[in-house]
């Protein structure tokens, strides 16, 4: 078996750090596992970005990305540029990390080394938003703004809880946006709305069927646009969100495509991946098999039954 050589790319201030203790654990296993592995582990934000990059300049057979969300979206964002990409291993360590519990990644940091030692691969598609990208969602409104408000200190600290916290916090600051979404194969809308996100996978920040027809490999986003609304209303959604019965609510408009163009003539900050993305107006191009990822067929079967069981990983 031919040595393979990895690189690396860790947040060690994901998630409750735990990749600090783990780390030699991880390094052996994949070392047994046939992979050479080298580290950079990252100093703040952008770092991992600049660390994908180089990694691809320097020729590493494959990149692994290890932390949360926001560790994942740096990496990608310094892979997507270039021509020639290696596949990349996912390993969930940080406080949120839909984008591997949508794809069948386990949390178990020894079953997920595992996933990448297997060599398993599977083509995805990437989101592009104006000059950046994103694995999971793009989303805009001010009901998106809260999540990279939250200061990654905090999440360390009490987790999940955070959102919350936040998130009750912003329902102060309510308000809807005059938007036009210009969406290939569906044609024009203008609406007024409160959020719409543009999804790449199903999962999105504990709503586990929120985009339920979203599939990472078919070159198009789903698009889930929530009309203006009050509070009530909108807990009435949410509520229906969680179930994943959402998508016949008069309230929600929904459809697939493969490039939108949002416009506003407000201040619309983006998020993507949870992360600040920029503002609009912005333009979402779906980038069909842009990257190969490592996951396992099974670990995604007995995912989905256990979605339609209604049960969490
Ligand atoms: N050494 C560092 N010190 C502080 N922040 C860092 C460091 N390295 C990276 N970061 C930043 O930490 C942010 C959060 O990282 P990450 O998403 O991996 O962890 P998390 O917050 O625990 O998980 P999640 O985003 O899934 O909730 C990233 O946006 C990244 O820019």
Redesign the pocket.
């Known amino acids: 078996m031919a040595v393979k050589r990895a690189r690396l790319i860790y947040?060690?201030?994901?998630?409750r750090e735990e990749i600090r203790r783990r780390l030699p654990d991880i390094l052996q296993r994949l070392e047994r596992g046939g992979i050479e592995t080298s580290c950079h582990?990252?100093?703040?934000?952008?770092?991992?970005t600049i660390a994908a990059s180089e990694a691809i300049e320097r020729g590493f057979d494959m990149i692994i990305a290890a932390?949360?969300?926001?560790?994942?979206?740096?990496v990608i964002n310094g892979m997507a540029r270039h021509e020639k990409r290696p596949p990349l291993g996912i390993l969930p360590l940080?406080?949120?990390?839909?984008f591997a519990r949508a794809v069948g990644i386990p949390k178990h940091w020894e079953y997920a080394v595992d996933l990448i030692v297997a060599q398993y691969k599977r083509t995805i598609d990437l989101g592009q938003a104006n000059d950046r990208y994103f694995i999971n969602i793009a989303g805009g409104g001010s009901l998106t703004e809260l999540s990279y408000e939250v200061p990654?200190k905090l999440?360390?600290m009490i987790g999940q809880l955070a959102y919350y916290m936040k998130g009750i916090e912003k329902m102060v600051n309510f308000r809807p946006t005059k938007v036009r979404i210009e969406a290939e194969g569906v044609g024009e809308i203008h609406e007024k709305i409160m959020l719409f996100l543009i999804c790449n996978s199903n999962s999105v920040g504990g709503f586990e069927r929120l985009a339920p027809d979203a599939s990472i490999d078919d070159g198009l986003f789903e698009v889930i646009i929530l009309k203006k609304c009050n509070l009530a209303e909108f807990l009435r959604v949410a509520t229906l969100a969680l179930r994943g019965e959402h998508l016949n609510d008069p309230l929600i408009m929904h459809f697939r495509s493969r490039h939108i163009k949002v416009t506003t003539e407000d201040h619309v900050q983006l998020n993507l991946d949870?992360?600040y993305g920029g503002t609009l107006p912005c333009t979402f191009t779906a980038l069909k098999g842009h990257l190969e990822i490592f996951v396992d067929e099974q670990g995604i079967a007995s995912y989905r039954k256990r979605l339609i069981a209604g049960t969490q990983l």
Do not use: C, F, I, R
């Open positions: 947040n060690p201030t994901s998630g582990a990252t100093t703040g934000e952008g770092d991992a932390g949360g969300d926001g560790t994942l979206y740096e940080g406080t949120t990390n839909d990654s999440k360390t949870g992360e």
